[in-house]
């Protein structure tokens, strides 16, 4: 085996030092999931709440992007407006970058004015990132000719996300595809799987769950998914754990609801061997 060769030149020595920060990051005061109910003209304004816990001072930058995702796994943040029901463009942001003190408290304020020629109805929505700016991550320690010492600086501080969602009007709805049902085995331990496509023009709060039937009619037992707020166009996958069942042939029946008497649902044909 081969031993690392270290080369000097000029008596010059080169010490590299790297240090992870994992420091504790800035908060954010308030609801990462805002919504609006507005007409188009229509406009309202925010804050956003920011604390700075840690003893060293922190800059975030602000932005926005729009947001997609879908059941197999795909997740986008694409530039403003890509999407048609991006609600971007309606958002103002002040201050575009912030800096907070150790121990300081800061606001971003923002207004969302909507376009007097809308004419869609339904949920728009966006992303708006908080994002910590690093510091440089080389720093020299030592200027002088016959020794340098350079300390590499990698710092890790965790960003927020917050979903803006904005309803037009009274004439959106909610609806759902349930796509790709699949019973899935592990180590005999059974589970549910099934996509949910939100396929109206409304925000679809979704909260499933699945009753178990015996060939008998006889009730086995209900299992609850995870609940989750599925935009206009995007899909998610949900599992519901069945646990162990005996062979035999069971009857599942899916329900989702989505509050306002808007309830979904799907039967499929169980077989265990």
Request: aromatic share 10%.
């Amino acid at each position: 085996m081969k031993r690392p060769r270290v080369t000097v030149i000029s008596l010059i020595f080169l010490i590299v030092s790297l240090f992870f920060g994992y420091g504790e990051a800035f908060d954010v005061q308030g609801d990462l999931f805002r919504v609006d109910h507005l007409n188009p003209g229509g406009e309202c304004q925010g804050v956003i709440g920011l604390y700075n816990p840690s003893d060293s001072p922190e800059s975030i930058q602000v932005y926005i992007t729009d947001y997609f995702f879908s059941a197999d796994g795909t997740v986008l943040h694409e530039d403003p407006s890509t999407s048609k029901r991006s609600n971007a463009q309606w958002i103002n942001f002040q201050p575009k970058e912030i800096r907070l003190e150790a121990k300081q408290r800061g606001r971003i304020e923002y207004r969302i004015k909507v376009p007097e020629d809308v004419t869609d109805v339904g949920t728009f929505w966006s992303l708006v990132h908080l994002k910590p700016v690093l510091e440089d991550s080389l720093m020299p320690k030592d200027s002088s000719n016959e020794k340098k010492e350079v300390k590499m600086k990698f710092k890790t501080r965790s960003g927020y996300s917050i979903q803006m969602i904005t309803n037009i009007g009274n004439g959106g709805n909610c609806k759902l595809e349930l796509l790709q049902p699949s019973l899935e085995n592990r180590a005999g331990m059974y589970s549910l799987k099934v996509d949910f496509k939100s396929v109206g023009n409304l925000m679809a709060n979704v909260i499933p769950w699945v009753e178990i039937y015996d060939h008998t009619g006889q009730k086995v037992g209900t299992v609850e998914g995870n609940k989750r707020s599925i935009y206009p166009g995007c899909s998610v996958r949900i599992y519901f754990p069945l646990g162990q069942l005996k062979q035999g042939e069971y009857k599942a029946l899916l329900i989702a609801d989505c509050g306002n008497d808007q309830v979904f649902g799907g039967q499929y044909e169980l077989e265990i061997r």
